[in-house]
Structures are given as structure tokens and as C-alpha cells.
């Protein structure tokens, strides 16, 4: 005998079992009386990604509402309740839920629609939904890398205002419950729901519920990119003072190496960034660092203008050899030293009677000269002109104080950043 096929029987029972065809399910539960509630509870699947330069982060997550509809109530011995897929959803009244400033949203539908309806036999219903969300979130890079982000998931109804539906958290602070996520970049330091109302001055006032998430940035991906690069391009630019100052190849070429990096490492992150109209953590250290490098490049040229005029002046005085040309001194390789150079000792002028009648007349006059008394006013003994005459005379000094003074307020600079921004 040939067995008959019940499953039509069944769908037709549950849809008569519903009375769906009975009621207009346009029309929220309990129209024209008091606010309907709806519950909400979330559990985050995972943050798919957050980006700087589009302020904005992409979650997946399972909207779950419960709510009743007296209307869907059936009789049951059993107390069970009954689950349908998303094709019952389009025959019912379900919350118009939407996400507040989202770009982008969709329903996953791989194999069907992640959708799931369970009705009660009291009219209680839970309604889960699986979305994916790309959200905006207002972040602040003053600090950045060392920064720390609050983004927030909003949800209201679009339609119905408060007079007309009450979203709520199901659970209180449990409403809210995250798997075990990790991100590249960030270490969450909190999930936290929390709830407000938004004024519309069209359409009145709507209950809100907010998704709120801590994130932290991992300091360790720029200190390998960014701030590791960055103090080795440093103190390369200082190798500059140990090599002897008439190296002029090798010491040109360092400098215009360390400034040309620093300015590709400087692109590259400003690259990554959005960008803003103040000024990052991150930007304060690079050009600063950029300024300690252009620095050692501006004190290569004072020593090189320094040593240069002064050896012009001795070879007017003929105290350089003539072998030692100007040429030469421009084109050095960095082998040669200051004490290397041949000094010829000045060659004073054979003595004649007229200079010695004018060494004795001197010598007298010296003698004679009274010291000066209390009152007199006495002029500095080294002026400017006297100390600039005398670094340009041992331009080598210029050298030796740097490899003291550019290591050690870079230094300082280190400390004063890191404890203002960690």
C-alpha cells in the first residue's frame, strides 16, 4: 500500500496552526496602544577589519530581537515552540532594526538566509539574524600609534519612534557576548553595551542601543616600521663627525643618504594615514628626527665653510705649503689629517738698523705705558668677532662638541616623548 506523503498536510497545519492568513501583519502588535518592547542581544562574531584611512571598522555579528505578538500564539500540549527559516519572516511583523551610521550592511546568504524565527506558544517570539556591518567610527590619531580608539555600533527602529516600539538590552550588560577575537593591530580592551535616546526634529525621539568597544593599538609593529628605522637613520647621520672634515665625498654623500631615507619613511606613513588637519604622535617624532639629521647635514657644511676660509687665509700668509693647494683641500678623500699638513714656520725679515731703532722704540713705549686706573673703563677682553675668529681657527672643535651634543639631546628628546605619549 502506497504510503502517503504528509508533509503538505504538516505546512498547511502550521499555517493554519499560526492564523497568519487571519491577522494584517502590517500593523505592529498592539497598534494604537502602548509601546511595544523589544529585547536585543548580540554576540560578535568577529571585527573583520578597522581602517585609519576610511574611519571606519567591518563586524560580524548575530542580531538577536525578542518580542511578543499575541497574534502568533497557537495552543500546545507540549509547550515546544516552533522554528522557521526567512520564508515565514516576510508574512510577519518584524522590528525595522537598522545600524546608525553604517556604509555598508548585508545579510549572509550562504546556503540560504541566516535567518531564524522561533514563535512560542504564548506569542513570545526570538527572531536571529547574521549580519555584517561596516560602521564609522570617529577616530582621534593625535597619539597615534600610541593611541587608543572608542567605536561604537548604534541600533534604533527607523519607523517606529518611542511612542510606538522600546528597544531595550534582553539582559542587561550580559546582552552583550564576543568570541574570542584578535586583531593585527589592537588588543580590545572592552565591550560594553550601553543605551540613549536620538532626537529627530521630524519624527521625535527614538530609543538607541549602543555597542561600545575599546581598542588599543600594538605599539610593536611601528617600532619595527617606523621608530627602529628612524633612530638608526639618526644616528647614522652622526657617523659624519668622526669622519676627518675634508672628506668631503664621504661625508656629502651620508648626509644626503640619511635625509632622503628619512623623507621615504616619512611619505610612506603619511601614506597609510588619513589625512588630518593636527598634528599625529607619530609625525612629531619622524620630524624631529628628520630635524636632527638635516641638522648634522647643516653642520657638515659650517665645519667645511670654516676650515676652508681659514686655510684660504693662511695660504694668503704663506703659512700652507705651496705643494698644499686649495684644489686639493676641496677634493681631500677623508686620508689626510689636520697635523699631516706641511707647515712652513713664517720667515721673519732680516733685521736692518731702521727695525731695530723701531723694536727698542716700541719696547720703550710698552714700558712706559702706565696701567690702567680703577677708573677706567675697560673693554672686553674676547669679542665676538674675537670667538668667532677662534672656532674658525679650530673649526675641528665644531666636530667633537657635536658628537657630544646631537647624541645626547636626541636622547633627551626620546625620554620626553615617550613619557608624555605611553
Keep these: 500500500m502506497k504510503k502517503s506523503d504528509t508533509t503538505k498536510s504538516l505546512l498547511i497545519k502550521s499555517e493554519q496552526l499560526l492564523r497568519i492568513e487571519d491577522h494584517d501583519f502590517a500593523m505592529r502588535p498592539g497598534f494604537g496602544g502602548a509601546a511595544i518592547p523589544v529585547g536585543i542581544d548580540v554576540q560578535v562574531e568577529s571585527i573583520d577589519s578597522i581602517s585609519e584611512v576610511n574611519m571606519d571598522f567591518t563586524m560580524t555579528l548575530y542580531l538577536r530581537h525578542y518580542w511578543q505578538d499575541d497574534r502568533l500564539a497557537f495552543p500546545s500540549s507540549s509547550n515546544r515552540s516552533r522554528t522557521f527559516d526567512a520564508r515565514l519572516v516576510k508574512k510577519i511583523w518584524v522590528p525595522d532594526v537598522f545600524f546608525v551610521h553604517s556604509k555598508r550592511s548585508f545579510i549572509h546568504d550562504t546556503t540560504m538566509e541566516n535567518i531564524m524565527l522561533r514563535v512560542y506558544p504564548d506569542g513570545n517570539i526570538l527572531y536571529s539574524v547574521r549580519i555584517t556591518v561596516t560602521a564609522l567610527c570617529a577616530m582621534d590619531f593625535s597619539s597615534f600609534p600610541l593611541d587608543t580608539q572608542n567605536c561604537s555600533l548604534e541600533l534604533e527602529s527607523y519607523a517606529y519612534n518611542e511612542n510606538d516600539l522600546m528597544l531595550y538590552w534582553k539582559n542587561g550588560n550580559d ?20 543605551y540613549g535616546l536620538a532626537f529627530y526634529s521630524s519624527t521625535g525621539w527614538y530609543n538607541r542601543l549602543y555597542i561600545n568597544f575599546i581598542l588599543r593599538r600594538h605599539i610593536f609593529f611601528f617600532m619595527l616600521q617606523t621608530y627602529f628605522p628612524t633612530m638608526l637613520m639618526v644616528m ?11 672628506a668631503v665625498p664621504a661625508r656629502v654623500s651620508l648626509g644626503i643618504t640619511t635625509v632622503l631615507t628619512m623623507s621615504t619613511i616619512i611619505t610612506g606613513v603619511s601614506a597609510s594615514m588619513p589625512q588630518v588637519s593636527y598634528v599625529k604622535a607619530v609625525d612629531i617624532y619622524l620630524w624631529a628626527s628628520f630635524l636632527f639629521v638635516f641638522l648634522s647635514v647643516i653642520e657638515y657644511a659650517t665645519v667645511n665653510y670654516f676650515t676652508t676660509v681659514e686655510e684660504m687665509k693662511k695660504l694668503k700668509r704663506g703659512k700652507i705649503s705651496d705643494n698644499f693647494s686649495a684644489t686639493q683641500n676641496m677634493a681631500f678623500d677623508g686620508c689626510y689629517h689636520d697635523n699631516d699638513i706641511d707647515m712652513i714656520p713664517f720667515q721673519e725679515p732680516p733685521s736692518t738698523p731702521n727695525t731695530e731703532r723701531s723694536r727698542a722704540v716700541t719696547s ?3 714700558t712706559a705705558e702706565p696701567p690702567p686706573s680703577e677708573g677706567t673703563r675697560l673693554r672686553p677682553k674676547k669679542s665676538v668677532k674675537h670667538n668667532l675668529s677662534f672656532i674658525m681657527s679650530n673649526s675641528y672643535m665644531i666636530d667633537s662638541y657635536s658628537r657630544i651634543i646631537f647624541p645626547m639631546t ?11 605619549y605611553s
Design 175 to 194: 546582552s552583550l557576548r564576543t568570541d574570542e577575537i584578535v586583531l593585527s593591530q589592537f588588543f580590545i580592551e572592552e565591550f560594553h553595551p550601553s
Design 364 to 366: 720703550r713705549n710698552s
Design 236 to 246: 647614522l647621520s652622526w657617523v659624519s663627525f668622526w669622519i676627518d672634515r675634508r
Design 410 to 420: 636626541y636622547l633627551l628628546f626620546n625620554i620626553i616623548y615617550w613619557s608624555l
